[in-house]
């Protein structure tokens, strides 16, 4: 589920699949950005909460997530915070928000110095093609953050 | 939905010839492909293999951990479990998966999986019946046919077999619903095509019960059937029908050989 | 739903400071509060579970806050540094307020 094994396992056929949907029902999607943020305001409301003033700086954060969700009900989520995990530097939380789901909050995570790396992995649902976003606090009480946009194919055929 | 094959014809030619090549490399999918036949995982995203792939990712191990439970729970009137007769499941059940549906003498029919488990509760456990598509059928059809996992497909389609099999096939082969669309239509003529957003697989059944993605949880294959002839809008049959048993042997067949993947993780 | 059991797997055995994975699975269908009734067209009830903890002898090692867009059967993994022999207690806190448990044991040596 890193990003290395993700970026090996696209193969010949995948890369095909994604041309495919691209030029299939996606593009019906990507033609309407406005859809696609129309619940940004709410998330960008949590965020701010986490971010209690600060300013949420770029790095340390790794977001594994398919750029392609087969299915919107079950997408894997994988988040990795570049941290040494001692007690005197840690990740202490990961939060995640997905800003075209109804309600943008997905999870958060708590780690301890215990937990050895600030690595942690669950499936989401995303309700349309939209952007996933982490936030990191870091025991020092900087954040980081990171996101990736998913795009969200109206999957599984049949009843 | 013509229409949309039609679509996907266009917008996907310059894949459909680009993905020649790609089809002829058979060993990239080892056991999920015999010959010219390919299981429903060669056509899945690497996401959701993956998740079949590892037995503590896949959601689907829930229902066999639970049908393993069942298996020893007693029930009914004559005070037994299925273990009381069948012993250890891992030895007793090794085949199951992949031999039926069977020819059963006592109903001059074909009986499936799900109808063999019922036999054994009504009849020799004395209990009621699991009610179809319900959790605990599903439960106890996927722990039953998850011992089978990874030994090949082969149903018997001679002898008393045979009349059944040419139905499941004449039935495959038929165009029904206001889409007038066949089973073929999708599965044998457009396998590996683009239906819309979705990519059509060769509609092979050896990973069910399975846990579809779209379900969010696991489901049986006439369950399958029945979305499947909803999609061509045609009047779908009850489970356990004797259309959707007999459709079950004719795709027994087209999946010998492939391993018996139960549970699967499918879109 | 609380008959289903959790699904856990981490190693029997690890050398004291190796960094383990820990991988688990729960039955739940994770109701996200945000679907409708197909008949009465009435918004059905969230009910989800909304938190997983882990703790080893008592200390929490790791927890996560789950909200409704968590995928039915929840699957959540992590790391921990295995310390000492024992057994990590895991806990699921449904909306309902049920909390499912279940313990696994490691050998650190």
Not at chain 1, 78 to 85: F, L, R, Y
Not at chain 2, 142 to 166: C, E, H, L, W
Not at chain 2, 223 to 248: I, M, T
Request: aromatic letters at 8%; glycine letters at 8%; proline letters at 4%.
């Amino acid at each position: 589920m890193n990003t290395t094994k993700h970026s090996t396992k696209l193969n010949r056929r995948e890369i095909l699949f994604s041309l495919g949907a691209g030029s299939m029902a996606l593009v019906t999607l990507t033609m309407l950005p406005g859809l696609a943020r129309a619940d940004k305001t709410a998330a960008d409301a949590e965020i701010k909460k986490i971010l209690g003033g600060k300013t949420a700086q770029d790095g340390r954060v790794t977001l594994d997530v398919p750029q392609i969700a087969e299915n919107g009900n079950t997408v894997q989520l994988e988040v990795a915070v570049d941290s040494p995990m001692t007690e005197k530097d840690y990740v202490k939380a990961v939060h995640v928000f997905a800003d075209g789901n109804p309600v943008p909050n997905v999870a958060s995570f708590h780690f301890t110095p215990a937990s050895g790396k600030a690595v942690a992995a669950t499936r989401m649902r995303l309700a349309k093609t939209q952007n996933v976003i982490a936030l990191a606090e870091m025991s020092d009480g900087s954040i980081y953050s990171t996101q990736a946009a998913v795009k969200v194919t109206i999957g599984g055929c049949g009843g | 939905m013509r229409r949309g094959i039609l679509a996907a014809a266009l917008g996907l030619g310059l894949s459909a010839v680009l993905a020649g090549p790609a089809m002829t490399e058979q060993s990239q999918w080892g056991p999920y492909q015999v010959g010219d036949v390919r299981s429903g995982y060669t056509y899945a995203a690497g996401e959701t293999r993956d998740m079949q792939d590892d037995d503590f990712v896949n959601p689907a191990m829930l229902w066999v951990d639970s049908g393993a439970e069942l298996w020893e729970t007693v029930d009914g009137a004559a005070g037994k479990s299925c273990a009381s007769c069948h012993g250890d499941a891992a030895e007793s059940m090794a085949e199951a998966g992949t031999k039926f549906p069977v020819y059963f003498e006592p109903s001059g029919k074909m009986m499936n999986l799900e109808q063999r488990i019922n036999f054994c509760r009504t009849e020799n456990m004395k209990a009621d019946a699991f009610k179809w598509e319900g959790q605990e059928l599903l439960r106890l059809t996927t722990f039953v046919r998850n011992q089978s996992r990874g030994k090949p497909m082969n149903v018997k389609i001679d002898g008393p077999a045979a009349p059944f099999y040419a139905k499941g096939k004449e039935f495959y082969e038929t165009r029904r619903g206001q889409l007038d669309m066949a089973c073929s239509s999708c599965h044998v003529d457009n396998a590996g095509n683009m239906l819309r957003a979705n990519l059509l697989s060769q509609g092979m059944s050896n990973g069910f019960p399975t846990y579809r993605l779209k379900w969010q949880g696991v489901g049986s294959l006439h369950r399958r059937f029945r979305g499947c002839n909803k999609q061509v809008r045609a009047q779908p049959y009850d489970y356990g029908s004797e259309e959707y048993v007999n459709l079950e042997l004719y795709l027994a067949d087209r999946a010998r050989s492939l391993p018996v993947e139960a549970p699967a993780v499918r879109n | 739903m609380a008959k289903s059991k959790p699904r856990i797997k981490l190693p029997a055995k690890a050398a004291k400071g190796e960094i383990i994975q820990i991988k688990t699975l729960i039955s739940h269908k994770m109701e996200s509060g945000q679907r409708k009734d197909k008949k009465t067209g009435e918004k059905i009830p969230r009910q989800i579970i909304n938190k997983f903890v882990c703790t080893f002898k008592g200390k929490e090692v790791f927890s996560a806050d789950w909200h409704g867009a968590i995928s039915a059967n929840p699957y959540m993994s992590f790391y921990t540094v295995a310390t000492e022999s024992g057994a990590y207690e895991f806990t699921w806190t449904d909306d309902d307020g049920s909390v499912y448990s279940k313990s696994a044991k490691i050998a650190v040596s």
